[in-house]
């Protein structure tokens, strides 16, 4: 059989182009990698950011107050005297305070800013400012009652 004069009807992507499933939605798994966290999972991320964070930094601040109170301090003589537990004398109070405050002030500024409409990277000074004030203002209700 002779195939002289028959044309091919069919049509043959090249195979240079994409086919239809690179160009399928993104899975569920990467859609919720990407989606970003509601309020309450906001916070908590802030609230545990910012415990660890206050561990790093309340021995600094215990050395800056000695050194603002004493006129003389000496962190040899004080480790000595008081021990290295001494460095974290009061962290219960600090932890207190960014649970109630940073937590609110940090992990509301990105919802609070979506909840505005404009949850963009590039979003306008006004609307930065307002989401960073409210965020600001409920959080120094909840951290000063």
Not at 58 to 84: C, D, S, W, Y
Not at 125 to 143: M, N, P, Y
Request: overall charge positive; some cysteine.
């Amino acid at each position: 059989m002779s195939l002289k004069g028959v044309t091919s009807t069919a049509i043959h992507a090249p195979a240079s182009l994409p086919r239809d499933d690179a160009l399928s939605p993104p899975s569920t798994t990467q859609e919720l990698e990407k989606r970003p966290p509601g309020p309450l999972a906001s916070m908590a991320l802030a609230g545990t950011t910012a415990l660890i964070a206050v561990n790093l930094t309340h021995p600094i601040e215990i050395i800056k107050v000695r050194m603002q109170t004493e006129g003389k301090f000496q962190a040899g003589a004080f480790l000595r005297n008081e021990g290295v537990l001494a460095l974290f004398k009061g962290i219960q109070a600090a932890w207190l305070r960014e649970i109630s405050y940073t937590s609110v002030k940090l992990g509301g500024y990105g919802p609070i800013k979506t909840a505005l409409g404009d949850d963009k990277k590039d979003s306008g000074f006004a609307v930065k400012f307002l989401a960073g004030s409210v965020a600001g203002g409920a959080g120094s209700i909840c951290g000063n009652p």
